[in-house]
Each structure stands twice: as C-alpha cells, then as structure tokens.
Nanobody, 121 residues
Framework: QVQLVESGGGLVQAGESLRLSCAAS????????MGWYRQVPGKQREFVAR???????DYADSVKGRFTISRDNAKNAVYLQMNSLKPEDTAVYYC???????????????WGQGTQVTVSS
C-alpha cells in the first residue's frame, strides 16, 4: 500500500510565506507526476502546480510567480513554497501523485489527506 502524507499548513497573514511538504511511503517502484491541488468548501478541487520526474513544472495562472514546486526523488517527496500569500489562497491543499508500486505494472493515482492553509487579511 502506498500513501501520501502532507505537512506544513497553518495560519499566516497576507504577504507571508508557507512551505508545504508531501512524502510518499510504501513499496514504491517509481513516481512520475507529483502535484498540488486545493479546495475550498462548496467549490471543486483545483489544480495548483505539478512537477514531473524530469523536473518540468506547470502552474495555475493564479499562483505563477508566487509559488514554487520542487521535488526530491531520493525521498519521494514534493514541496510547495508559497510566497506573497493572499486571502484567496485559503484552502485545503492536497498532494497528488502517480505512483508505480513495486507489486504492479500499473500506476496508481494517490491523494494525500489534505492540509489547511489559512491566510488572513
């Protein structure tokens, strides 16, 4: 069984920074894409950023220039550095990854449990 565990959420004021971390655990052969999504109550989960194993990145327009995604392949971990936070960034942030378990030739799309980020004005 593979799983993702996030950490690093919290309450900050507008303009401040937070760094989210997400680590994959279990019997893992490889991880292709790792990313972050966020969701506020009553709205659909939305894409924030993703990074593939080779290092290419992609961001939502709303976070470009403020958020930076990175990964440590040796640790099966992904990070999201969030700078210049705005109240509209308030959401539950979820880690997501396409993971190839050692026991399977098929990738699993796995979600973390989410971590709350609250930005006060």
């Amino acid at each position: 069984q593979v799983q993702l565990v996030e950490s690093g959420g919290g309450l900050v004021q507008a303009g401040e920074s937070l760094r989210l971390s997400c680590a994959a655990s279990g019997s893992i052969f490889s991880i292709n894409v790792m990313g972050w999504y966020r969701q506020v109550p009553g709205k659909q989960r939305e894409f924030v950023a993703r990074i593939i194993s080779g290092g290419s990145t992609d961001y939502a327009d709303s976070v470009k220039g403020r958020f930076t995604i990175s990964r440590d392949n040796a640790k099966n971990a992904v990070y999201l550095q969030m700078n210049s936070l705005k109240p509209e960034d308030t959401a539950v942030y979820y880690c997501n990854a396409d993971i190839r378990p050692k026991s399977s030739y098929r990738n699993l799309n796995v979600w973390g449990q989410g971590t709350q980020v609250t930005v006060s004005s």
